[in-house]
């Protein structure tokens, strides 16, 4: 999910009358709605039964707009999930520099599990890498002059500064700094976090949720994702003073220059690092749901636009006020139910597109992106032939929305299709207000970024009450139980979002060309995509 910070926008109330009669249109969308986010659902946590009852519900509505099955002859994908959860709290020495120290778990270190293995029994030299980033097109490579075969990384919890918020973002990646790390030969990562990572989720924050389950996929051969070299641990400042003794770096030198956002000095330490750690692996079947609107021209019903959103939520969590259903209105059941009438209006029109589409419902977003990931890499078509995604994402209901951002749009071709379908309908296709949040790597629609497929998520706008409401959402009700039915959503808001979406998806599926990333665009570039000549 994307993650915004907004703050100081709270007042106003909706400018929309709750209790005006529903149109057809409007009570179908409220229906879905309704299903999916009931506490009978129990939040759609992904692997559970109940997630299963909501993508059951999703087939059968695709199924009832005229979609046929999409996922080689049925409706749902299998993805299988593997989770680790930790038994019990870890050790963690060390030695090296002066008598032999036993790190404190909590206060100098903490874990944020990944699913490596069901136990790590490690020690060897550390290696301080800077920030573990490796980018020949930026000129970055902060194992220049190292050697970390055989030895565990030490390296910044945040990428480094100075790169557009989007750019470093992605370079902040923990799973792919920890399989740069892997590639070089390292056995295990250490996180430290940074005068960044201190400042939004220190590590005091984390450890509240040490324990919680790490989730990946396993493909086909039944193997986990490769998540590169395990992370043994998230080293506050305190423990990264202890792990740094006695060594040629200093670090406060380092703390500051990464403060300050100058180049970081990187080499070997003085420690050697050991650590037992144990975790309880399982392993839960899910599904993403596929629905295809096979498309009517010869030529081009071989190509696929994907129009996606998740179907999951984060289940049963703490109570809050007596309730413990995270029940997930906003997030995402009404992007699904989006997606569903999108489905609908195809089939009311009764012209097929061009272009086949592909309606995925995807699972474990909550987890990591985790079944985008999967169909992304494993769609039920020809990977080549997926020539766009448009993602629906908690598009925030609450008001008449005025304008709308898609993220990704200014980096390929679908930005223009975007802006020109948002305004038949009478809306303005803004930029993010929010850069900072690097929203386009952190929804489903990046998963098909990474492979080189053009993207975009779409949701309402800043203007007029969309700021005020945004920040009153994210505050109040984003993962709590609070996200339920009973919001102040304006359903007409939400006809006008399936109305754009319907637009966009129609003018990519009958369009003569597929869409191509802007010429040198950094993504477009990295990923091998179409681009423009």
């Known amino acids: 999910m994307r993650t915004l910070i907004l703050a100081g926008l709270l ?38 039964p109940d997630y299963d009852k909501a993508a059951a519900y999703v ?63 490690l020690s060897a030299p550390v290696v301080f890498a800077g920030y573990g980033v490796v980018d020949p097109a930026l000129g970055l490579d902060d194992y220049r002059g190292l050697d970390v075969r055989g030895k565990i990384v030490a390296m910044f919890y945040s990428g480094p500064k100075g790169p557009p918020s989007e750019v470093a973002a992605h370079l902040g990646n923990r799973a792919d700094r920890a399989r740069t790390a892997a590639a070089r030969g390292a056995l295990g990562v250490v996180f430290i976090e940074s ?32 998540g590169g070299a395990p992370t043994l641990a998230v080293m506050s400042w305190e423990g990264a003073a202890k792990l740094f003794a006695g060594s040629a770096l200093n670090w406060t030198d380092i703390l500051a ?5 100058r180049a970081v000095p990187t080499g070997a330490l003085a420690a050697t690092l050991a650590t037992r750690q144990a975790f309880a692996l399982t392993r839960l079947p899910s599904s993403n749901v596929v629905g295809l609107l096979r498309g009517s021209d010869p030529k081009l019903r071989g190509e696929y636009v994907v129009l996606s959103g ?5 289940g049963v969590t703490r109570p809050v006020n007596g309730d413990a259903i995270n029940n997930g209105a906003m997030d995402n059941a009404i992007g699904i139910a989006s997606m569903i009438e999108v489905a609908r209006r195809f089939q009311a029109e009764g012209r097929r597109p061009r272009r086949s589409i592909l309606f995925v419902a995807v699972t474990a977003e909550e987890k990591g992106l985790i079944g985008s990931d ?4 494993y769609p039920t078509v020809s990977k080549s032939s997926v020539v766009a995604n448009v993602n629906l994402d908690m598009p925030i209901l609450t008001y008449r929305f005025r304008d709308l951002v898609a993220f990704g749009a200014d980096r390929s071709a679908i930005g223009p299709v975007v802006a020109t379908a948002a305004r038949a309908q009478g809306f303005a296709l803004v930029r993010d207000p929010e850069p900072e ?26 203007g007029g009450e969309g700021a005020a409401a945004t920040a009153r959402f994210l505050q109040t009700n984003y993962h709590k139980p609070g996200d339920q039915i009973d919001q102040p959503i304006d359903w007409t808001a939400g006809v006008n979002f399936v109305r754009v979406n319907h637009a966009i998806a129609r003018a990519l599926a009958d369009a003569p060309d597929r869409p191509r990333w802007v010429k040198g665009d950094y993504f477009g570039t990295l990923y091998k995509g179409p681009m423009a000549r």
């Open 11 to 48: 007042a106003t109330a909706p400018a929309f009358a709750a209790d005006a009669p529903l149109s057809g249109e409007e009570a179908a969308l409220k229906a879905h709605v309704a299903y999916l986010a009931s506490d009978a659902l129990r939040g759609r946590e992904a692997g559970t």
């Open 59 to 121: 087939a059968e509505r695709l199924r009832a707009a005229g979609l046929e099955p999409g996922a080689k002859g049925g409706w749902f994908q299998p993805v299988p999930l593997v989770v680790a959860k930790p038994a019990g709290e870890p050790v963690m020495t060390l030695t090296g520099a002066g008598p032999a120290r036993t790190l404190v778990f909590g206060t100098d270190y903490t874990l944020r599990s990944t699913p490596a293995g069901a136990s790590i029994d």
């Open 195 to 226: 005068s960044q990572s201190r400042g939004i989720i220190p590590v005091s924050a984390i450890h509240r949720n040490w324990d919680a389950r790490a989730v990946t996929w396993a493909g086909p051969d039944g193997r986990p994702r490769d």
């Open 257 to 261: 220059a990464d403060t300050a956002g």
């Open 310 to 314: 998740h179907l999951d939520h984060i």
């Open 374 to 377: 999967y169909f992304a890499t």
């Open 437 to 462: 949040q690097a929203s386009f790597v952190r929804t489903d629609h990046y998963s098909f970024v990474r492979q080189g497929v053009p993207s975009v998520s779409l949701v309402p706008g800043p």
